[in-house]
């Protein structure tokens, strides 16, 4: 996924010479508490908060321009950008939006932390059979029943419960990514014992084959 997938195209938008008075009602208007400024050509040259325009007020300044943060001071992306990098930056800086550039860094969208946050959810909402199916259509030569096997036997192995492949699969077409993560402990732990299936169910097979 990339990050012009998650950006909103239908961002507020504002020039220096606006007026705080206009920027404020607009922002009001929208909800919104940032949005870039731009030039005629929709160039990124600042950013606005609301904090920006509180203060703004209370120094009596007029124009955005006057109290706008500039470009080399904020963080943005490019739309071809992996969608990833809007997740880090987003954490790491504690940001509410980020801008999203084009080639030749006109503004294209805006990438707010509730929307990572809505993508993320509904990622969670997978069912977790749709990535075994994924992985399926990766392991070339293996069936479906072989990786259910697998899978069956490295969750005996993590469990200590003997599981058929049977159960795993009706298991799998009702749990979601989400819930696999709580159960197995985590992302890191459930793609390790993804990655563990795809190993076994592969080494079988050769194994097999040698026979």
Known sequence: ?????????????V????????????????????????????????????FDI????????????EVMSPKDDIKYLHENDPARLAVIETSKSRLVSIPVLDENDAVKGVIR??????????LYEVKVSKLYEAMHKQLKGVTWDELMDAAAIVT?????????????EERIK??????????????????????????????????????
């Not at 993560?181 to 076994?200: C, D, H, K, N």
């Open 156 to 168: 005996t192995r993590v469990t200590g419960k003997k599981t058929k492949a049977k159960d795993y």
């Open 174 to 211: 009702n749990s979601t990514f989400g819930e696999a993560i709580w159960t197995t402990g985590g992302l890191e732990s459930f793609f390790v014992g993804l990655i563990a299936v795809g190993e076994l169910v592969i080494a079988r097979k050769v194994g097999k084959a040698r026979k």
């Open 15 to 50: 020039s220096p010479e606006d007026t705080i008075v206009d920027v404020s009602i607009r922002l009001e208007n929208a909800k919104r508490f940032t949005t870039p400024v731009v030039d005629n050509e929709m160039k990124l040259i600042g950013w606005i908060t609301t």
């Open 1 to 13: 996924m990339k990050v012009k997938e998650m950006m909103d195209k239908n961002f507020v938008f």
């Open 54 to 65: 509180t203060k703004g007020f209370r120094e009596n300044k007029k124009l955005i321009k």
């Open 113 to 122: 932390a509730f929307e990572i946050v809505d993508t993320l959810s509904s």
